[in-house]
Antibody, heavy 122, light 107 residues
Framework: QVTLKESGPGILQPSQTLSLTCTFSGFSLSTYGMGVGWIRQPSGKGLEWLANIWWDDDKSYNPSLKNRLTISQDTSNNQAFLKITYVDTADTATYYC??????????????WGQGASVSVSS | DVQMTQSPYNLAASPGESVSINCKASKSISKYLAWYQQKPGKANKLLIYDGSTLQSGIPSRFSGSRSGTDFTLTIRSLEPEDFGLYYCQQHNEYPFTFGSGTKLEIK
């Protein structure tokens, strides 16, 4: 059974760096084709893909935020991380961690975490 | 970026009815369109990928179709647990983009 769980600071101030952790189980990020990604959703709004990291440590970013995003992984501990620098109120959202099994399903998110709520406020 | 135009925004139906949700891509994405269900307190669920391939464990009352850059999610014989939010996503190219969502409500 694949599970993913996000964790983050909950609240942070403008201009700070947001650090999110995804702890997953039921698969290995070192398996060919596997990827872990991040998607966010402001309250009452739609979904925005942010970034993915792949089994070969390749990384993909949404160009709209690319300069502010850093995705990384700790394969041995089954974790993936996302950092967003210089946050502002527009970054207030629920952040989801997702799995992508590129080999079997293509670039879709076949498993999601429950989401971590992040609020940026002064 | 590929823009995904999803309609309708809201949809009301009764259990047992059939409904359709549409998604139009701003350019060709071949068959690479996925559908997700979102419900409060539950993890988002992948329903269909590659336009019409049913994800494992998803009931066969869900189906997807494609005509060019137009995609449709059809749910036959609605069950009470089908009500919620539905999103389409193109998985043809970076950055992956989503439709704005359709809220399926009980009439």
């Amino acid at each position: 059974q694949v599970t993913l769980k996000e964790s983050g600071p909950g609240i942070l101030q403008p201009s700070q760096t947001l650090s999110l952790t995804c702890t997953f189980s039921g698969f290995s990020l070192s398996t060919y084709g596997m990827g872990v990604g991040w998607i966010r959703q402001p309250s009452g709004k739609g979904l925005e893909w942010l970034a993915n990291i792949w089994w070969d440590d390749d990384k993909s970013y949404n160009p709209s935020l690319k300069n502010r995003l850093t995705i990384s992984q700790d394969t041995s501990n089954n974790q993936a991380f996302l950092k967003i620098t210089y946050v502002d109120t527009a970054d207030t959202a629920t952040y989801y961690c997702t799995r992508t099994d590129r080999y079997n399903y293509g670039y879709v998110m076949d498993a999601w975490g429950q989401g971590a709520s992040v609020s940026v406020s002064s | 970026d590929v823009q995904m135009t999803q309609s309708p925004y809201n949809l009301a139906a009764s259990p047992g009815e059939s409904v359709s949700i549409n998604c139009k891509a701003s350019k060709s994405i071949s068959k690479y369109l996925a559908w997700y269900q979102q419900k409060p307190g539950k993890a988002n669920k992948l329903l269909i990928y590659d336009g019409s391939t049913l994800q494992s464990g998803i009931p066969s009352r869900f189906s997807g179709s494609r005509s060019g850059t137009d995609f449709t999610l059809t749910i036959r014989s609605l069950e009470p647990e089908d009500f919620g939010l539905y999103y389409c996503q193109q998985h043809n190219e970076y950055p992956f983009t989503f439709g704005s969502g359709t809220k399926l409500e009980i009439k």
